[in-house]
């Protein structure tokens, strides 16, 4: 499904993508796992070829992203509120989406009718523009727009953002359902440990913009391996900021004794 070879993506003197190869296949779900400044999002702009890599490439089905769009016809992805068509309202948006897919109305509306639970009667029937809806339901509105023509690869980043409890709750069971009924691959990036343990079989750890691991997660068995990798990170972090703590300290002390003399 997705190849990655020898890609690199670099701001400044900071590389923010740096992997040689790794393959996701078709119907693999995978959650992509990292702290702030892994490169996750990075990672997902340059597979939607919303960057330009500096090396190396992305094909999806064979396709380098860069040079042909025909992966766009399957693909559906939601990165940020950047998606979303701001001025129109819930319907407007959603019936955009469709025509640009080649869906009626009618389609339109059975598609959306899975998601009645998700959009919690907030959604639909509001007569006003997405600018004007909250943080939470701009991402459910993002998320099924991503999910509407029924794509063979789904990418979400951060998609447990801004969302209650309960909608939580639901948009994963719908992501797995969505996998195992269409076949499809679903790529997701989350800080929240728990629900990407939840939801992916397999999951992949970047640091520094490079993919570390490669985990295969059965009933949840994923959760210990990244929670004693995120604590030894804590960790050395701590141990960092003493050391440069007692090296400002160790600077500061002979100009004190200088002034005291």
């Given amino acids: 499904m997705i190849e990655i070879n020898q890609l690199q993506k670099n701001f ?4 923010a993508v740096d992997i040689e190869k790794y393959s996701i296949y078709q119907g693999d779900m995978l959650g992509l796992v990292g702290n702030n400044g892994a490169g996750k999002t990075t990672l997902f702009r340059l597979i939607l070829d919303l960057l330009q890599a500096d090396l190396g490439n992305v094909t999806i089905n064979d396709i380098d992203v860069s ?4 992966w766009k016809q399957f693909t559906g992805a939601f990165i940020d509120d950047g998606f979303l068509i701001d001025y129109l309202t819930p319907e407007e948006y959603f019936y955009f989406i469709g025509k640009m897919y080649g869906l009626k109305k009618e389609e339109v509306d059975e598609r959306l009718l899975p998601f009645e639970r998700f959009m919690s009667n907030e959604v639909l029937g509001q007569k006003k523009f997405i600018r004007n809806f909250s943080a939470g339901n701009k991402q459910k509105i993002g998320i099924i727009s991503a999910m509407l023509h029924h794509p063979q690869l789904l990418i979400l980043d951060e998609p447990f953002n801004f969302l209650d409890p309960s909608s939580q709750s639901i948009i994963k069971h719908l992501l797995r359902k969505y996998n195992e009924d269409h076949h499809a691959t679903v790529i997701i990036s989350s800080h929240n440990l728990n ?3 939840d939801v992916c079989p397999r999951i992949a750890l970047m640091e520094n913009g490079v993919i570390i691991r490669d985990i295969q997660n059965e009933n949840n068995s994923a959760e210990k391996e990244l929670e004693d990798y995120f604590n030894v990170r804590i960790e050395e972090e701590i141990e960092e900021e003493k050391m440069e703590m007692t090296a400002q300290e160790t600077i500061v ?3 004190e004794k200088e002034e005291q003399a």
């Fill in 12 to 15: 400044g003197e900071k590389k």
């Fill in 253 to 255: 002390q002979p100009e």
């Fill in 67 to 70: 040079k042909n769009e025909d």
């Fill in 195 to 197: 629900h990407t343990v």
